[in-house]
């Protein structure tokens, strides 16, 4: 009997063609993501599991599903996924670490240039009816800026390599451990406090991950130290910013913008998350730039994730190790219960 794979959302063909010589595949065919307890119905008889930044795994879902063998996350960053319960579990936990990294760092730099250039305002101004130039809309320029970037793993490292060729004053960063000298020379860095960061920067952009000690790092404490030209992009976690302080901060006149990619309703692990995005940013239209988080909505590049996602399932089923394991359980679930 081939082992039951559920898909949780729509992938290529070529990534079901990849699991059905093994598997018998249930796969959601989109547009919107199964609800929660749909995809815990469908696990229930499951061995293994293709999940999407959609979902949640905790110690309550695995109990419901007792022949899960592996998750196999199609992403990088798997806060919503509970290791040390797949692990209790005897269930196998996987990512796919790196191939995020680049399309999310150029969007980053999109999404930058787009908030500081007033891109998006001029697109509305141009279709509303353009007679030509006028003194309008000027904007900040990246060239002779201090850019801040909080949190430099390789995300944060592939923002500071596109952005060294823009002429920035300075480039900055914050992050809890310390790149190597001569890695800060090469990617011209310089290690500052977080407060420094947020005080000293013209762009600021997050690219860190949610943790404890990052939920809400950008707050309304940090923002008061901000310059009131102060613009910002997340591109790593929607909580690592107080999405309501930030709205404060826009119509006080404390921060010049903000761009986001991730938002705090999308980490479905913290139960107290808003339900949807500030009111008050979606409404600030001159001051905001939203992407329905695409970091990694480059076609060639969904296509090598899901292939990444299917091979790690793929060698927990037949037995192996995961190439891109997140836990290494003591004690695997081999067989039905």
Same mark, same amino acid.
């Given at each position: 009997?081939?082992?039951?794979?559920?898909?949780?959302?729509?992938?290529?063909?070529?990534?079901?063609?990849?699991?059905?010589?093994?598997?018998?595949?249930?796969?959601?065919?989109? *547009?919107?993501?199964?609800?929660?307890?749909?995809?815990?119905?469908?696990?229930?008889?499951?061995?293994?599991v293709f999940t999407f930044m959609t979902d949640r795994v905790d110690a309550d879902f695995l109990a419901a599903c007792p022949r899960l063998k592996v998750v196999s996350c199609a992403l990088k960053g798997w806060d919503n996924f509970d290791a040390a319960a797949c692990t209790d579990a005897g269930v196998w936990l996987t990512a796919v670490p790196d191939l995020l990294t680049e399309p999310t760092a150029e969007l980053a730099v999109g999404l930058a240039i787009g908030?500081?250039?007033?891109?998006?305002?001029?697109?509305?101004?141009?279709?509303?009816?353009?007679?030509?130039?006028?003194?309008?809309?000027?904007?900040?320029?990246?060239?002779?800026?201090?850019?801040?970037?909080?949190?430099?793993?390789?995300?944060?490292?592939?923002?500071?390599?596109?952005?060294?060729?823009?002429?920035?004053?300075?480039?900055?960063?914050?992050?809890?451990?310390?790149?190597?000298?001569?890695?800060?020379?090469?990617?011209?860095?310089?290690?500052?406090?977080?407060?420094?960061?947020?005080?000293?920067?013209?762009?600021?952009?997050?690219?860190?991950?949610?943790?404890?000690?990052?939920?809400?790092?950008?707050?309304?404490?940090?923002?008061?130290?901000?310059?009131?030209?102060?613009?910002?992009?997340?591109?790593?976690?929607?909580?690592?910013?107080?999405?309501?302080?930030?709205?404060?901060?826009?119509?006080?006149?404390?921060?010049?913008?903000?761009?986001?990619?991730?938002?705090?309703?999308?980490?479905?692990?913290?139960?107290?998350?808003?339900?949807?995005?500030? *009111?008050?940013?979606?409404?600030?239209?001159?001051?905001?730039?939203?992407?329905?988080?695409?970091?990694?909505?480059?076609?060639?590049?969904?296509?090598?994730?899901?292939?990444?996602?299917?091979?790690?399932?793929?060698?927990?089923?037949?037995?192996?190790?995961?190439?891109?394991?997140?836990?290494?359980?003591?004690?695997?679930?081999?067989?039905?219960?």
């Open positions: 009997m081939r082992a039951k794979v559920v898909i949780t959302n729509p992938v290529f063909p070529e990534t079901e063609a990849l699991l059905e010589p093994l598997c018998s595949l249930d796969v959601n065919p989109g *547009p919107a993501p199964w609800p929660p307890e749909e995809v815990k119905r469908r696990c229930a008889n499951a061995d293994g908030l500081c250039r007033n891109i998006l305002i001029g697109d509305r101004a141009v279709r509303a009816g353009f007679e030509g130039w006028r003194a309008s809309l000027y904007g900040a320029g990246l060239s002779g800026s201090v850019i801040g970037i909080a949190g430099m793993g390789k995300v944060g490292q592939a923002i500071a390599r596109r952005l060294g060729g823009f002429g920035a004053r300075e480039i900055v960063y914050f992050d809890a451990a310390e790149l190597r000298a001569d890695e800060e020379r090469a990617l011209g860095l310089r290690r500052v406090a977080w407060e420094t960061l947020v005080a000293q920067s013209d762009l600021l952009i997050l690219a860190l991950p949610l943790t404890p000690a990052t939920r809400h790092l950008l707050n309304a404490e940090a923002l008061a130290k901000a310059q009131p030209w102060l613009r910002i992009v997340n591109a790593g976690r929607g909580s690592v910013a107080d999405e309501a302080a930030v709205a404060d901060a826009l119509s006080s006149g404390r921060i010049g913008g903000y761009a986001a990619d991730v938002f705090e309703m999308e980490d479905w692990a913290l139960d107290d998350r808003p339900r949807s995005i500030e *009111p008050r940013l979606l409404s600030d239209h001159d001051r905001t730039l939203f992407t329905p988080h695409l970091g990694s909505g480059v076609v060639s590049v969904r296509h090598e994730i899901e292939a990444a996602a299917a091979r790690n399932l793929l060698a927990v089923l037949q037995g192996k190790e995961p190439p891109d394991a997140i836990n290494r359980p003591s004690q695997p679930r081999t067989r039905h219960p």
